[in-house]
């Protein structure tokens, strides 16, 4: 269903009365970010549909409502997927609202983040105007990539109608490996493995036990499933463990605490134990916290590693002095004004979701 002209007249209504907007579509993300209080809502539950699907050429156009399980559907008649397994948090998550929250699954350091699989969008910006960036194909920009700057953007630089994405075959194997091992010894290895060509696809470190998720031909996955060692899970286990990791249904993420992330480069060291309980993503580069009683300490303890934290889930007494994203320095705040202000000159678009003022 093309929503697109009503949904236009009613960003123009809002422009003209200097009204703001909150911008809605499932709402299996709307606990990430800051509280939005608008003067009215945008649905896009109804703008839906694939527009354009061609597996030879490894593109897939979506309006924004498309719920990503009829787009994984569509991809896996045909054997492909989409390469940076977004997490949906519900059974109607759309392409857009992954888009604009820019979130990435267990395989993104290895096969790339939402932005980079980007390829085009068309989005309605704060005045209502129509506006297109990029196209189906990788090298199409010349200039500002507009389109990549959708991705995480919350919804706060302009309304996603249509994303067009690129896609890619699904492995032929997929086999998980377990090892027990220390959180030194996780990260000594993940590093490692990073500076070699390995079949590893994703990777988590939880309770002293390191799991590797292999991809690809059999007799690449085998042959270094031999070398690592440790043990094996069964396909469907193993499946089930992504997944539930993925949608954070693992009984790690089962508590009512606030849930950090937090983003490190690959040689940042074992975080303090008293920072509290955690899980390792990304060979080490994502680190889940819980139980956090300190986030100050923990937020300077990942910039001076080059990192930077966010609170993803507030738990059930979220505290209103807690930032949610990373502050950010002065300058970098006032560039985010300047993109907000050329695309939403009256910031009407879900004002605040990202930083109080944006």
């Known amino acids: 269903m093309d929503g697109s002209a009503e949904l236009r007249a009613q960003v123009r209504e809002a422009f003209a009365k200097g009204q703001s907007l909150e911008i809605r579509g499932s709402g299996s993300k709307s606990f990430y970010g800051r509280p939005v209080c608008a003067d009215g809502v945008v649905d896009l539950g109804r703008h839906r549909g694939i527009l354009a699907y061609k597996p030879s050429e490894l593109f897939l156009t979506a309006r924004a409502g498309t719920p990503l399980r009829e787009i994984d559907a569509a991809l896996a008649e045909r054997g492909q997927m989409l390469p940076f397994e977004p997490p949906r948090f519900g059974p109607n998550a759309s392409i857009g609202g992954t888009i604009a929250c820019g979130l990435s699954g267990p395989r993104r350091p290895y096969a790339g983040a939402v932005k980079d699989h980007i390829l085009g969008v068309r989005v309605l910006n704060g005045l209502g105007e129509d506006l297109r960036f990029g196209g189906t194909v990788l090298k199409n920009v010349a200039g500002y990539d507009v389109a990549r700057l959708m991705a995480g953007s919350l919804g706060s630089l302009a309304l996603i109608l249509e994303v067009t994405v690129k896609v890619l075959p699904r492995p032929a194997v997929e086999h998980t490996r377990v090892l027990e091992c220390s959180a030194a010894g996780a990260l000594e290895a993940m590093r490692r493995w ?165």
């Open 194 to 358: 990073a500076l070699q060509s390995t079949p590893i696809s994703a990777s988590a470190y939880l309770d002293g036990v390191l799991y590797l998720r292999l991809s690809g031909q059999e007799h690449r996955v085998r042959n270094f499933a031999e070398t690592i060692g440790g043990e094996s899970l069964k396909d469907d286990a193993g499946t089930a463990f992504w997944e539930d990791l993925r949608e954070q249904r693992l009984d790690f993420f089962q508590k009512d605490d606030s849930l950090w992330r937090l983003s490190l480069p690959a040689a940042a060291p074992t975080q303090p134990e008293h920072f509290g309980v955690s899980l390792w993503e990304w060979g080490g580069q994502q680190r889940w916290l819980r139980a956090v009683s300190d986030p100050a300490a923990v937020r300077q303890w990942a910039h001076r590693q080059g990192g930077h934290t966010t609170c993803f889930r507030a738990g059930a007494t979220p505290n209103a002095d807690t930032d949610i994203f990373e502050p950010l320095p002065r300058p970098l705040f006032a560039l985010h004004q300047r993109l907000k202000a050329a695309f939403d000159p009256k910031g009407i678009l879900n004002p605040g979701r990202f930083y109080a003022g944006l």
